[in-house]
């Protein structure tokens, strides 16, 4: 089952702040998060663990909430570059796979 | 470290016909994964390797998707008999155990 991602979309102006959500149905094991700009491969930006603690990146953090089997990403005085779509990709807990099953994405736009 | 390898990075074939990319892990990763992307989705999962064993295939995958990891090193995807609903931007990413994915820049598929 796919996580859902809210919301869809996100319009900023440089130096505001989003918070994007991942919620699954599901028991997770980890949670990441990617950033995929057009036309290009998403990239790692961080993963959080089950019974982990909240990780940090520059300005962009998240937490996982294991109660609610929910992630939130945090992106702190948005820079031009932070501007692209950012994926979820869980992990349930049972697989041992590491497959991951991403939502459907939150596109960012950043504007000066 | 040379990141994660796709060759064709674009392919159009003739509805019907055969295609086949190749995907370059990196060299440490033992797992490898194959997902689909159509615009405006996340990937979506099509099959697993680890090292060179194909331990699961999507539901959603018909019997003309077949992809090998042979020694464990670099992995092919075959589509058979392409239709128009195979066009997307094919992935290959590689990770070792359940740890972060690095994703190649993709194969574009276009079925005419």
């Known amino acids: 089952q796919q996580p859902v991602q809210s919301p869809q979309a996100v319009i900023l102006r440089e130096g505001e702040d989003a918070v994007i959500n991942c919620s699954s149905s599901?028991?997770?094991?980890?949670v990441h998060w990617y950033r995929q700009k057009h036309g290009e491969a998403p990239v790692f930006l961080m993963i959080?663990?089950?019974?982990?603690e909240q990780k940090g990146h520059e300005k962009i953090s998240a937490s996982f909430n294991e109660k609610k089997q929910q992630s939130s990403l945090y992106l702190t005085a948005s820079q031009l570059s932070y501007s692209g779509t950012y994926f979820c990709?869980?992990?349930?807990?049972?697989?041992?796979?590491?497959?991951?099953?991403f939502g459907q994405g939150t596109t960012l736009q950043v504007k000066p | 470290d040379t990141g994660v390898s796709q060759d064709p990075r674009h392919k159009i074939t003739k509805r019907g016909q055969n295609v086949t990319f190749r995907c370059d892990p990196i060299?440490?990763?033992?797992?490898l994964y194959w997902y689909r992307q159509t615009l405006g989705q996340g990937p979506e999962f099509l099959t697993y390797?680890?090292?060179?064993?194909?331990?699961?295939k999507s539901r959603l995958l018909s019997d003309r998707f077949s992809a090998e990891r042979p020694k464990g090193s670099f992995s092919t995807l075959e589509i058979q008999r392409t239709e128009q609903g195979d066009s997307a931007m094919y992935l290959c990413?590689?990770?070792?155990?359940?740890?972060?994915?690095?994703f190649g820049s993709g194969t574009r598929l276009t079925v005419v």
């Open positions: 599901k028991a997770l094991y980890s």
């Open positions: 959080l663990l089950k019974g982990g």
């Open positions: 990709g869980t992990e349930y807990g049972s697989s041992n796979t590491g497959k991951l099953i």
């Open positions: 390797f680890q090292n060179e064993a194909q331990l699961e």
């Open positions: 990413a590689s990770s070792l155990a359940r740890d972060r994915y690095t």
């Open positions: 060299s440490e990763h033992n797992r």
